[in-house]
């Protein structure tokens, strides 16, 4: 009687056993910090369609969010980061929220190898790579070239003749550009707090006295083209992707690299210290790298992507506006903007605070 009881529960937990392996298994879920636009509905599709044991969950962010969440939590709550590429090592030094890449994992020969090197050189902290480039672009100039077409410069957001017409972002990409205008290189005070706060001040009073000529300082990509489809303004500091769009609705809207240098960026992919879904991290990684999905990604951030064949692959019309935009003696002029040091973004902070606060002349 006991051996017949026990049969048949040692059947009942075989077959217990044979249907949860038989059950489809739990989705897991990609949990992805990264800048809005990176993550298009509709390669949010395909990827689970490829990978149907997978789900994407997205929060949008941008470089000072994605450090506190993640400083926070210490590393917790997200699978994977975009942030960029400057902004990586400063932060694992000083906070430890990030784990090492493993290169292996990467599809060979789908990365820009430039790109690829800029990006190690500035994510290697104790000889382990922390990143690998994703988008990259620049920020300088948009005009309106049959009404602002002596805009070539930074400092050309204040001139008078310009006065209520202009427009730029309150953050760090105005201060480094208008010291560069002014004649000074903030890189090479990056070393040194006191050098880079006397920096600073001229710079604040410089923003200051241009208030005058800004209309609006705007915060995303959709404020600035309401302003410029509009003719509210008709130049402004903008991400090159911002002017590329607008080209096709009005080829007169067109990027001008500053004299001084447009700032060129690199967007990453980085792992969160205590993600729990590498795997998954990896397979979304080389998805979006993949020549068709970079031209659906091109289309919905109008950035480049960071293959070897990235400027190819963009939409047609975004392609044009990059030729009509960019030559190679502004490639060349380009600055990548070093790691950014620790005590740097406080004193920038407090400088855009001061230029927000203060009165118009």
Not at 8 to 14: E, H, T, V
Not at 218 to 243: F, R
Request: aromatic share 8%; glycine share 8%; with cysteine.
């Amino acid at each position: 009687m006991k051996r017949t009881r026990l049969k048949g529960l040692l059947a009942s937990a075989l077959g217990a056993t044979i249907l949860m392996g038989l059950a489809p298994a739990e989705a897991k879920t990609l949990r992805l910090l990264t800048w809005g636009s990176y993550a298009p509905d509709k390669v949010i599709q395909l990827f689970e369609a490829q990978y149907p044991d997978i789900k994407v969950d997205v929060t949008f962010s941008n470089n000072e969010e994605m450090i506190a969440k993640l400083r926070a939590t210490g590393g917790a709550g997200y699978d994977l980061a975009q942030p960029g590429f400057n902004r990586v090592a400063s932060a694992q030094l000083e906070f430890d929220i990030y784990k090492p890449m493993d290169l292996s994992k990467i599809t060979p020969g789908r990365i820009d190898p430039l790109l690829m090197e800029r990006t190690a050189t500035e994510t290697t902290v104790d000889g382990k790579v922390y990143s690998v480039p994703h988008f990259w672009g620049t920020s300088g100039l948009m005009i309106d070239k049959t009404k602002a077409p002596s805009v070539s410069g930074w400092d050309d957001l204040c001139d008078p003749q310009y006065k209520g017409r202009t427009s730029m972002r309150l953050k760090r990409t105005i201060l480094l550009g208008t010291a560069f205008a002014m004649g000074k290189d903030p890189f090479a005070a990056y070393g040194d707090l006191g050098a880079y706060q006397k920096i600073l001040d001229d710079v604040t009073a410089k923003l200051i006295a241009c208030k005058d000529n800004v209309k609006a300082y705007w915060q995303g990509g959709d404020d600035l083209t309401t302003l410029m489809l509009s003719g509210e303004v008709v130049a402004a500091e903008t991400w090159d992707s911002t002017a590329f769009r607008l080209f096709k609705h009005n080829p007169n809207i067109v990027y001008v690299p500053p004299k001084t240098g447009a700032h060129a960026w690199i967007d990453t992919f980085t792992l969160p210290r205590k993600g729990e879904a590498d795997d998954a991290a990896y397979k979304w990684i080389n998805f979006v790298m993949q020549p068709e999905i970079v031209t659906m990604m091109s289309a919905t951030s109008g950035a480049i992507v960071a293959t070897k064949d990235g400027m190819a692959l963009l939409p047609e019309d975004m392609r044009k506006a990059v030729q009509a935009a960019i030559t190679e003696k502004d490639v060349e002029k380009f600055r990548f903007a070093p790691g950014v040091p620790p005590g740097i973004e406080d004193l920038e902070g407090k400088a855009l605070e001061r230029i927000k606060a203060a009165s118009s002349k």
